[in-house]
């Protein structure tokens, strides 16, 4: 900058000169003149030679007394900078210098330049695709007050430190985030028993969900569709003792699933539960953009504008067994490897909520046939009662949640028994055949109902999951409780037998085909999904970049 402003003031000087000189000689002559005429002093002709030459070329010399070019602030890092703004003599033609920091004498180095589209901020991306691990780079934004045609890299800084001030710190270096905690949606407390409370009869707000909309029910569940005359069974709300539950949000919900996988794990009654959550979900997916398909031994939804799947994989015993097609289910003599879980659990990795039962299939028999250790085929096996036998499956299920499950990425829950309704004396109704005709819950009943659950089973698997894994956190949700008041909510006669909905004929026999164990939808799964809801979104999400 100093060579530029010493050639711009030479050429000045040297046009100065030459000018003066001309005027200088002109002077010079009248001088003369009125020297030999002696009507003037000579002091009086310089006096006014200097007055002439300060009046002729005032201009000239106010320019180069001006004062250096004026600064502006650098919106990017709040340093000042000079910008040299080129005199009026200099040709149009002529590039203005680059703006350069103060001090820096040096050539500019080579600037970014930025398009108009990158003068805006870019929104950043909040899908995470399954596939896509890695984590994401940072994006750096940079905004200018005025259009400028060069910019310079923030990594040019002045390394001039200005009398007095402080020396600037070292900028740390950006790095990804391995995880963003997002506050919770919802604040009910860990403290509040959802299981216990009473159902109340809600017919504004329930169902949640109507069962000619949700086009994924299979017919084994539409119990209106497949015959049954009364809807009430839809419209009981649960309410807690001492806290509520909030009204299920499939947008909200959604938006905690983006870029995750959820799934069920396990029998039929969890494959009752996810068909419930499908249908609470699906609404908030738009048109077009949502579908199941069957991969194996998985049924999976797939919502692809949130990048999100739920899914419901068959394991009846969590543990291989000789059941494990889920197409056959009329096996006599079910078998189970108590201690083999790897085929099933390759599936459960990287699922970010997983969600467990087992129970239904393990009430056909007193003691269950169990693969020996070491053995190399079914017909190896022993008859182990069937405690204990549960207790050795959940511990083997329990050590591998412990092995294997990151508690930083996945919640892990295990439901308890779904209860069947099969002796209408237990609740007063002596006449009664099954669940047949039931139309109303327990609404007055206190303390448990005698259904033929094992509560041996129900606690064994409390104490498993909490005490079995102490590395990861699993959550028993008490189901129980609240579905032994709801002997009205079963498929009953209104569903199907070997794929074919069971005609007249059939629903006039309950005592053969009533279905006592699976529920119409919507109906109670739909309040296991709300307690699922409500402690999902009770508690921070985490999410991995």
């Known amino acids: 900058m100093n060579n530029f402003a010493g050639r711009r003031k030479s050429s000045l000087a040297g046009a100065g000169a030459g000018a003066g000189a001309e005027a200088f000689g002109g002077k010079h002559a009248m001088t003369t003149s009125l020297r030999k005429g002696g009507r003037l002093p000579v002091y009086v002709a310089g006096v006014f030679f200097v007055l002439c030459v300060i009046v002729m070329y005032g201009e000239d010399i106010r320019s180069l007394t001006r004062v250096p070019a004026p600064t502006v602030t650098d919106a990017s890092d709040g340093r000042q900078k000079v910008v040299v703004v080129p005199r009026r003599d200099i040709s149009s033609s002529e590039k203005p210098a680059a703006v350069l920091h103060r001090n820096e004498l040096e050539k500019p180095k080579h600037a970014a330049v930025l398009h108009h589209s990158e003068q805006e901020k870019p929104k950043r991306a909040a899908v995470l695709h399954r596939s896509e691990q890695e984590k994401p780079k940072n994006v750096v934004t940079t905004t200018t007050t005025e259009p400028a045609p060069v910019v310079e890299k923030a990594a040019t800084k002045s390394k001039t430190k200005k009398p007095g001030s402080k020396k600037p710190k070292k900028p740390r270096r950006q790095r990804a985030a391995k995880k963003t905690v997002v506050p919770p949606a919802l604040g009910v407390p860990e403290s509040c028993?959802?299981?216990?409370?009473?159902?109340?009869?809600?017919?504004?707000?329930?169902?949640?969900?109507?069962?000619?909309?949700?086009?994924?029910?299979?017919?084994?569940?539409?119990?209106?569709?497949?015959?049954?005359?009364?809807?009430?069974?839809?419209?009981?709300?649960?309410?807690?003792?001492?806290?509520?539950?909030?009204?299920?949000?499939?947008?909200?919900?959604?938006?905690?699933?983006?870029?995750?996988?959820?799934?069920?794990?396990?029998?039929?009654?969890?494959?009752?539960?996810?068909?419930?959550?499908?249908?609470?979900?699906?609404?908030?997916?738009?048109?077009?953009?949502?579908?199941?398909?069957?991969?194996?031994?998985?049924?999976?939804?797939?919502?692809?504008?949130?990048?999100?799947?739920?899914?419901?994989?068959?394991?009846?015993?969590?543990?291989?067994?000789?059941?494990?097609?889920?197409?056959?289910?009329?096996?006599?003599?079910?078998?189970?490897?108590?201690?083999?879980?790897?085929?099933?659990?390759?599936?459960?990795?990287?699922?970010?909520?997983l969600v467990f039962n087992t129970y239904i299939w393990w009430m056909n028999t007193l003691n269950m046939k169990v693969v020996r250790p070491g053995g190399q085929s079914w017909e190896e096996h022993d008859e182990v009662v069937r405690i204990e036998a549960y207790r050795k499956v959940l511990t083997t299920w329990a050590n591998w949640v412990n092995e294997n499950v990151d508690p930083a990425r996945t919640s892990v829950f295990f439901m308890s028994m779904s209860p069947l309704h099969i002796s209408p004396q237990v609740w007063g109704n002596p006449d009664g055949i099954r669940c047949a005709k039931?139309?109303?819950?327990?609404?007055?009943?206190?303390?448990?109902?005698?259904?033929?659950?094992?509560?041996?089973?129900?606690?064994?698997?409390?104490?498993?999951?909490?005490?079995?894994?102490?590395?990861?956190?699993?959550?028993?949700?008490?189901?129980?409780?609240?579905?032994?008041?709801?002997?009205?909510?079963?498929?009953?006669?209104?569903?199907?037998?070997?794929?074919?909905?069971?005609?007249?004929?059939?629903?006039?026999?309950?005592?053969?085909?009533?279905?006592?164990?699976?529920?119409?939808?919507?109906?109670?799964?739909?309040?296991?999904?709300?307690?699922?809801?409500?402690?999902?979104?009770?508690?921070p999400a985490v999410q991995f970049g």
Not at 228 to 247: A, E, L
Not at 279 to 291: D, E, N, R
Not at 461 to 490: L, Q, W, Y
């Open 193 to 353: 028993d959802l299981a216990k409370g009473r159902w109340v009869f809600d017919n504004t707000s329930y169902p949640l969900y109507r069962e000619e909309e949700c086009q994924f029910l299979t017919s084994q569940v539409t119990c209106m569709k497949n015959g049954r005359r009364d809807d009430t069974y839809q419209k009981w709300r649960w309410q807690p003792k001492g806290c509520n539950m909030p009204r299920f949000d499939a947008k909200l919900f959604m938006e905690r699933l983006r870029g995750k996988r959820f799934m069920f794990v396990g029998d039929s009654l969890n494959r009752n539960q996810w068909e419930s959550m499908v249908c609470l979900l699906q609404s908030a997916v738009s048109p077009g953009k949502k579908y199941v398909s069957w991969e194996g031994q998985s049924i999976v939804f797939h919502a692809w504008e949130f990048n999100a799947t739920v899914e419901f994989y068959w394991a009846p015993f969590l543990v291989e067994s000789n059941s494990d097609d889920p197409k056959i289910h009329s096996i006599q003599d079910r078998i189970i490897k108590a201690d083999t879980i790897a085929a099933h659990a390759e599936n459960w990795r990287g699922v970010d909520y």
């Open 438 to 539: 039931e139309t109303m819950p327990l609404l007055d009943w206190h303390g448990p109902l005698w259904l033929g659950m094992d509560w041996d089973m129900f606690h064994e698997a409390n104490n498993v999951s909490r005490a079995a894994s102490p590395r990861v956190p699993i959550t028993f949700v008490d189901i129980t409780t609240m579905s032994e008041r709801r002997k009205d909510g079963h498929t009953s006669v209104h569903t199907i037998r070997q794929g074919k909905v069971l005609g007249p004929e059939e629903q006039a026999d309950p005592g053969t085909y009533a279905d006592c164990i699976h529920w119409c939808l919507p109906g109670v799964p739909d309040i296991w999904n709300l307690v699922l809801y409500t402690r999902i979104l009770s508690r």
